[in-house]
């Protein structure tokens, strides 16, 4: 995800969709590349959103989502197309504050969306381009709607899809088994790796230099026993992969 992201970013596009089922880690994976940033190929101010569900949705909701979401206040009377400029020099600041080049959002619960958010989300891309750039991570929810890409209620329109609409990263979870593309790089399936961490890496109590296994399993961990042997015993029959 991170290469994916890291590429899209590189050529230009405006976003990245990070595309899975329910409850596979989305969400915890952009946190990820949140949090980190060997992987970023400029500086960057990065942010999260979550987006609620309206009963009357419209860019004035759309702006005051964001800007509550940071702690501040909006006025009911406020015009929609201030309280969106609020939210872009919210942006702005924060991101030259940080010496950032380019300001990512990531927005939770993207499927939510309907093509009017994206004409919002449009308006916030018009004005930072201004001064910088600005750049989105959609986390969808592929079974979330009829659609696929969100609950959106149309078609975008050209200028949307081309913004928004170019580039993805399909987020599995982990997986029991290695992808053939990945055979001569990957000696080992994801879940494995994620069980050696409690074998070798993964320390309880903090500090203590003892692993988890070894911690909670003392007994088999000093007869040679493992986590990570045990693979095909916890593998359910039919799951192609599995978040923790």
Same mark, same amino acid.
């Given at each position: ?5 890291? &590429? ?44 609620? =569900?309206?009963? =009357? ?23 929609? &197309? ?25 927005? @939770?619960?993207? &499927? ?13 891309? @018009? ?12 986390? @969808? ?104």
């Amino acid at each position: 995800m991170a290469g994916d992201a890291k &590429n899209s970013i590189e050529i230009g596009s405006d976003a990245i969709w990070i595309d899975g089922f329910g409850r596979i880690g989305k969400t915890y994976g952009v946190r990820q590349l949140i949090q980190t940033d060997a992987w970023r190929p400029f500086p960057m101010y990065m942010i999260e959103f979550t987006y609620t =569900k309206p009963a =009357k949705p419209g860019e004035g909701y759309f702006a005051s989502s964001l800007l509550l979401q940071q702690g501040q206040t909006v006025s009911a009377s406020a015009a929609s &197309n201030g309280t969106l400029m609020r939210a872009v020099r919210m942006f702005q600041e924060e991101g030259h504050r940080q010496g950032a080049e380019v300001i990512g959002v990531a927005f @939770n619960e993207a &499927n939510r969306f309907t093509a009017d958010e994206y004409e919002h989300v449009m308006s916030i891309v @018009n004005e930072c381009e201004k001064t910088g750039r600005i750049f989105f991570f959609f986390i @969808n929810q592929t079974d979330s709607g009829r659609f696929g890409r969100s609950a959106i209620d149309k078609r975008p329109p050209r200028h949307i899809y081309g913004r928004f609409f170019t580039t993805s990263h399909q987020y599995t979870g982990l997986l029991w088994s290695i992808p053939n593309a990945d055979r001569d790089v990957q000696l080992a399936s994801d879940v494995a790796l994620a069980f050696r961490e409690y074998d070798e890496e993964l320390i309880w109590p903090e500090g203590s230099g003892i692993t988890y296994t070894q911690y909670f399993a003392p007994k088999a961990y000093a007869a040679g026993w493992r986590l990570g042997t045990q693979i095909d015993r916890k593998r359910p029959p039919t799951s192609p992969s599995l978040s923790f």
